[in-house]
């Protein structure tokens, strides 16, 4: 089967501008839809009565159930065509938006988030599909160039949208806001994009796989989520989700390996690239969206930001992503991948080192240059990336290649999500032990810090309570400033995986559709 517009004219005037604005914003909702949370967890669950960390759940239940649904892209495709799948995914992701506005508790909220997250998976390879397909093949790099923008601006603006709609208006509306979005973007695509459908062919599908990879994958994310409240291996519902998940990938292992039609064609990581691209993709992505969720929510939980400007401390990012990415789009085309990777990972990790050095006292500048660094990394990273592990893969396997290193990326991000707040209660505890262990009565600061409370009219209990809350305090900076730490030493070292991947040099952006 042809990708997507082979055989169809691209598209001239003011029906391409339609076409590819809808196409854009299309992406831009979807990518919006898996930061736009991070700053709002705070006033989520409060609003539902939870604690934080059990919000936390909006957001590892979106990218996990994304993560699982790209996988079946491919299949889609080619069962009902690009388009048809394309906006039937929108459709679907704006019903299921209008659900999350509207959940009245938790449980309803994660579900329908799980339901957004599942029914999304076809929109970011099918934009950038028919993007390529609508452009003349000279213009290739400009369809790209849109499509990362797009990419680029939304996890930026997310932080942003989210902390301002939080602070003046129910939460709900993070969401709500897709619905006339995707309306439009539904009709706009359907109207001038029906005629350019690919042909469509019944195929199989591994349904035995499909549900071994929700099993494992589901098992694995239940498991990071509820560890840090159960004990952890202390507890036999998490020794029993461990179980679960290691038979579980296990057998999904076997059975892609021996399958006629697998839903994840494991003999891609045969190449070096991509296995390798995949693995530093992964991990690197990983890194990101932990950082970038652990951020406004400790500027909200400790700092004292709202989250508007918790949100706004983000913004340099993208304003330099967006300056840089089309530099980069233009270098990707004509020099070594692995050097504009190196350049990202530096950012990546410069970026983080800069975090590791925040203090109590720190100012908004302060929290809001290492993101000005980021933004270089952001520039850089996606096409980079995307250009390894694609290299040296068949045309009529660069969908599933791409299926699969989004499904990678997307469930990796989700994972750190869980993680990482696991990791930061657990550095936060151990901090406030090690400040206990040495802070007595007789400490001189703390009876010069009590004495200065009492002075100006702080009960005794009052006082003490005031020093026990500074100390917590600060115990969430140090354990922040360990994860940037190591998130910073990690992007450092991935440098070298990038280097073992063979010389790529991007020629202009392959078609992402179904074959």
Not at 26 to 43: K, Y
């Amino acid at each position: 089967m042809s990708a997507a517009g082979h055989d169809l004219k691209p598209m001239t005037g003011a029906a391409l501008g339609v076409a590819a604005l809808a196409l854009a914003m299309g992406t831009f909702m979807q990518v919006l839809d898996s930061t736009i949370a991070n700053v709002s967890l705070p006033t989520i669950s409060g609003n539902l009565g939870v604690s934080t960390n059990q919000g936390t759940w909006v957001i590892t239940a979106f990218a996990v159930a994304n993560g699982i649904g790209v996988p079946l892209t491919g299949w889609l495709m080619g069962r009902y065509g690009v388009v048809r799948t394309f906006v039937g995914s929108v459709l679907l992701f704006t019903i299921a938006s209008f659900l999350c506005g509207i959940a009245w508790s938790l449980p309803s909220l994660i579900f329908f988030r799980v339901l957004q997250g599942g029914v999304s998976g076809p929109m970011i390879p099918g934009s950038q599909a028919l993007l390529i397909s609508i452009f003349p093949s000279d213009k290739r790099g400009a369809a790209m160039g849109i499509w990362s923008i797009t990419t680029l601006v939304a996890p930026i603006c997310g932080p942003i949208l989210g902390g301002y709609i939080s602070d003046n208006y129910h939460w709900g509306w993070i969401f709500l806001i897709n619905v006339p979005v995707g309306l439009a973007v539904t009709f706009l695509c359907w109207q001038g994009l029906k005629g350019r459908e690919t042909p469509t062919r019944k195929l199989p599908v591994d349904n035995v796989g499909l549900a071994l990879l929700v099993v494992w994958v589901g098992a694995l994310q239940v498991m990071l989520d509820q560890g840090k409240d159960l004990d952890w291996f202390a507890s036999t519902q998490i020794v029993i989700l461990a179980i679960v998940t290691a038979i579980g990938f296990a057998a999904f292992l076997i059975w892609e390996l021996t399958a006629k039609n697998p839903i994840v064609d494991l003999s891609l990581f045969k190449s070096r690239n991509f296995a390798l691209g995949t693995l530093a993709f992964c991990l690197g992505y990983a890194v990101f969206f932990a950082c970038n969720l652990l951020m406004p929510l400790w500027l909200q939980t400790q700092v004292g930001y709202t989250a508007t400007w918790a949100g706004l401390v983000a913004a340099p990012t993208g304003v330099i992503a967006v300056l840089l990415t089309p530099l980069s789009a233009k270098l990707i085309s004509k020099i070594d991948a692995r050097i504009i990777a190196t350049v990202a990972y530096i950012a990546f990790g410069v970026s983080y080192l800069m975090r590791a050095r925040f203090t109590a006292d720190a100012s908004f500048v302060d929290f809001m240059l290492p993101l000005l660094v980021q933004g270089i990394a952001m520039a850089t990273f996606f096409l980079a990336m995307i250009t390894i592990l694609l290299d040296g893969i068949p045309s009529h396997k660069i969908p599933l290649a791409s299926g699969l290193s989004n499904f990678a990326r997307i469930t990796g991000g989700g994972f750190a999500a869980s993680i990482v707040t696991t990791l930061w209660d657990r550095r936060e505890a151990l901090h406030q032990s090690r400040m206990a262990d040495q802070t007595t009565i007789f400490t001189p600061g703390l009876s010069k810090a009590l004495a200065g409370l009492h002075s100006a009219g702080f009960p005794d209990l009052a006082a003490k309570a005031a020093v026990t809350r500074t100390m917590t305090s600060q115990a969430y900076l140090l354990a922040a400033n360990d994860i940037f730490w190591a998130s910073g030493w990690i992007c450092i070292l991935l440098i070298g995986m990038v280097w073992l991947c063979k010389r790529a040099v991007s020629g202009g952006g392959a078609p992402v559709a179904a074959d």
